[in-house]
């Protein structure tokens, strides 16, 4: 995670967080600096632990894996999974013959820049899908799709997992991830708000998992051990 996209990050939690009405508590304050009986001697323990506290934060910034760690803290993996309770009906969205008919298949010069797996089965096409002007790149293999992209922190996917999915978390190296086996429904969300065309329903098993490179998602009919080999070869 960059310095940039932890300022986003603070700046965006701030701007979503619903404070509290703050009392008017002006004349208390300075009635009691102005009081004899708050002396420095009683300030200077206070001030002393605000400014390590201040230092302690700044540091914490300046190393790669403090930021990512407060990253995790403040949930910017960008999934959220929803559990759907039992005897809901599902409405199913879009269930997309192939990813032809929602991405733009494109020349591998077009996604040079984008990570790809250590795998012996060779790449058979790649994709570009947009959602709200975020360029997607789907690797496309015989045995998996893999998505990736630099998702911002105002941005998530999210899924309506059915009662009876399987729902795990597990790891990829250091960085969480969530396994999830059957059918379930994807969405990209900005702000907090369903792009359209982005709902689709996914039949597949599918891993997802963040790193300071890209936001991942591995659709794929492997198993759990088989996913988490190929993941393990992205950076």
Same mark, same amino acid.
Request: glycine content about 4%.
């Given at each position: 995670?960059?310095?940039?996209?932890?300022?986003?990050?603070?700046?965006?939690?701030?701007?979503?967080?619903?404070? /509290?009405? #703050? !009392?008017?508590?002006?004349? $208390?304050? %300075?009635?009691?600096? @102005?009081? +004899?009986?708050?002396? *420095?001697?009683?300030?200077?323990?206070?001030?002393?632990?605000?400014?390590?506290?201040?230092?302690?934060?700044?540091?914490?910034?300046?190393?790669?894996?403090?930021?990512?760690?407060?990253?995790?803290?403040?949930?910017?993996?960008?999934?959220?999974?929803?559990?759907?309770?039992?005897?809901? /009906?599902? #409405? !199913?969205?879009?269930?997309? $013959?192939? %990813?032809?008919?929602? @991405?733009? +298949?494109?020349?591998? *010069?077009?996604?040079?820049?984008?990570?790809?797996?250590?795998?012996?089965?060779?790449?058979?096409?790649?994709?570009?899908?947009?959602?709200?002007?975020?360029?997607?790149?789907?690797?496309?293999?015989?045995?998996?799709?893999?998505?990736?992209?630099?998702?911002?922190?105002?941005?998530?996917?999210?899924?309506?997992?059915?009662?009876?999915?399987?729902?795990?978390?597990?790891?990829?190296? +250091?960085?969480?991830?969530?396994?999830?086996?059957?059918?379930?429904?994807?969405?990209?969300?900005?702000?907090?708000?369903?792009?359209?065309?982005?709902?689709?329903?996914?039949?597949?098993?599918?891993?997802?998992?963040?790193?300071?490179?890209?936001?991942?998602?591995?659709?794929?009919?492997?198993?759990?051990?088989?996913?988490?080999?190929?993941?393990?070869?992205?950076?």
């Amino acid at each position: 995670m960059t310095d940039a996209h932890l300022q986003r990050l603070l700046e965006h939690t701030a701007a979503s967080t619903i404070y /509290p009405e #703050t !009392p008017e508590l002006s004349r $208390a304050v %300075l009635a009691r600096i @102005a009081s +004899p009986r708050l002396s *420095s001697s009683r300030l200077r323990p206070a001030l002393i632990a605000l400014a390590l506290l201040v230092l302690a934060l700044g540091a914490a910034l300046l190393a790669p894996p403090s930021r990512d760690a407060i990253a995790r803290f403040f949930g910017v993996q960008g999934s959220t999974i929803e559990r759907l309770p039992p005897g809901m /009906p599902l #409405t !199913p969205y879009p269930r997309p $013959a192939s %990813l032809d008919t929602q @991405a733009t +298949p494109v020349a591998a *010069s077009e996604v040079a820049n984008a990570a790809q797996p250590s795998v012996t089965e060779p790449l058979q096409q790649p994709y570009i899908v947009t959602y709200r002007g975020q360029r997607v790149v789907i690797l496309h293999y015989d045995h998996f799709d893999l998505w990736q992209t630099q998702l911002p922190i105002t941005a998530t996917f999210g899924k309506l997992v059915p009662p009876g999915a399987e729902l795990r978390d597990v790891s990829v190296g +250091p960085y969480d991830a969530r396994w999830l086996t059957g059918e379930h429904f994807v969405y990209y969300t900005v702000n907090g708000q369903i792009v359209e065309g982005s709902q689709r329903t996914v039949t597949r098993n599918t891993l997802v998992w963040r790193t300071p490179r890209a936001f991942y998602r591995l659709e794929t009919a492997l198993t759990l051990d088989e996913a988490l080999a190929i993941a393990r070869t992205l950076p």
